[in-house]
């Protein structure tokens, strides 16, 4: 691995104890909760980073992605199965230890699915309706594919609020924490709030040497190509439509495992995680940090995230996203870290005039 790519990871390393150390000393620990949320919300933009910046995929429906990830975990997790004690499958099951007993809400005993297993069954779900969903959509281009995820995102959204055992528009709470090594969980609890905070962009930290990785590897040269030039890329004997697949599998992989995580962590999931405007959410993120930038991705989702779930636009949550994402197309569509400030004022300055000319 090059020294420039652990570098850059060290540097995102020490990033994130300045800002655990900086909370701590300031006497504000609570924000960690929100940092540690927002970095679960990452793991779904860098996925959406990839598709978009390197197979140049938009997709207006990971939102549905994270959802069926949280909701598989929350459901199977607190599903009991203890009335079925006595049948095959479910004894063959508990002898395996996939299912595991648990406290129930009254004092008894319920028998559920172990989170690791919920884990495993939840990444299989999103991989596999990614397949189903990726193998037509994917042939689709420009604002059709948009509208096919903007489709398949409404109608997971409608399932989850039509659902009675998916708790419809309440949504499933009361989910366990998820079990770590040395008696560490993920989970919402303040005495293991810093443990949570590292454990999370710990993922992250992952995720971004999975991807970055992937994009300077043969498959990244190919995602290029087929992002610049799919008919010479195709043309070059470049599987444009396997690639495009892949990409849009591992990327809704990632998505689920964030709403997994963050199931565990919040006890909880409802059907607005499903929503349309947070698809657009990741897409904002996405196109701010510059799309094809796994780095200027993690930085503008940790900073959007962190400041709408500590409620900084207030009603106006969803409007601030859909107008950050219209400015950002008119003005720098390379995303504003790689902002040209002249090159923007003289842009804003055309339109003017462009405006005042019209009778």
């Not at 096919?148 to 959204?157: D, W």
């Not at 059907?271 to 701010?288: C, F, L, Q, W």
């Amino acid at each position: 691995m090059p020294a420039s790519r652990l570098a850059r990871i060290g540097l995102f390393a020490a990033a994130v104890v300045a800002v655990q150390l900086a909370t701590q000393l300031a006497g504000k620990g609570f924000l960690l909760t929100q940092l540690t949320m927002s970095a679960y919300y990452t793991l779904v933009a860098l996925g959406l980073s990839l598709l978009m910046g390197y197979a140049g995929q938009i997709s207006l429906g990971h939102a549905a992605f994270f959802a069926i990830g949280g909701y598989a975990t929350g459901l199977l997790t607190t599903v009991d199965l203890a009335a079925r004690r006595g049948g095959g499958l479910v004894h063959a099951l508990e002898r395996a230890h996939v299912l595991v007993p648990r406290p129930d809400l009254y004092g008894g005993e319920a028998l559920s699915v172990h989170p690791w297993a919920a884990l495993a069954a939840a990444l299989a779900l999103a991989v596999a309706v990614a397949f189903a969903i990726g193998i037509p959509v994917l042939k689709l281009k420009g604002h059709y594919l948009a509208m096919a995820t903007l489709g398949f995102g409404t109608i997971v959204t409608s399932v989850l609020l039509g659902t009675e055992a998916l708790g419809a528009a309440d949504g499933i709470g009361g989910v366990p924490p998820f079990p770590l090594a040395g008696g560490l969980a993920v989970g919402g609890g303040r005495t293991a709030r810093i443990a949570n905070y590292y454990v999370a962009w710990g993922l992250v930290a992952l995720a971004l040497l999975l991807l970055a990785n992937l994009v300077e590897s043969r498959v990244g040269r190919a995602l290029r190509a087929i992002h610049g030039a799919e008919d010479a890329a195709r043309a070059m004997g470049v599987d444009a439509g396997r690639y495009k697949l892949r990409t849009f599998v591992l990327s809704a992989a990632l998505a689920a495992v964030g709403g997994v995580f963050l199931t565990h962590y919040n006890a909880s999931i409802g059907p607005g995680e499903a929503g349309i405007m947070k698809s657009v959410r990741y897409v904002a993120i996405v196109a701010v940090g510059g799309m094809g930038s796994l780095w200027g991705t993690v930085a503008t989702s940790a900073v959007l995230s962190f400041l709408s779930l500590r409620g900084t636009f207030g009603t106006l949550d969803d409007a601030v996203f859909g107008a950050v994402l219209v400015l950002v197309m008119l003005f720098s569509p390379e995303g504003i870290l790689r902002l040209d400030g002249r090159a923007a004022l003289a842009a804003i300055a055309g339109r003017l005039r462009r405006t005042e000319a019209r009778p």
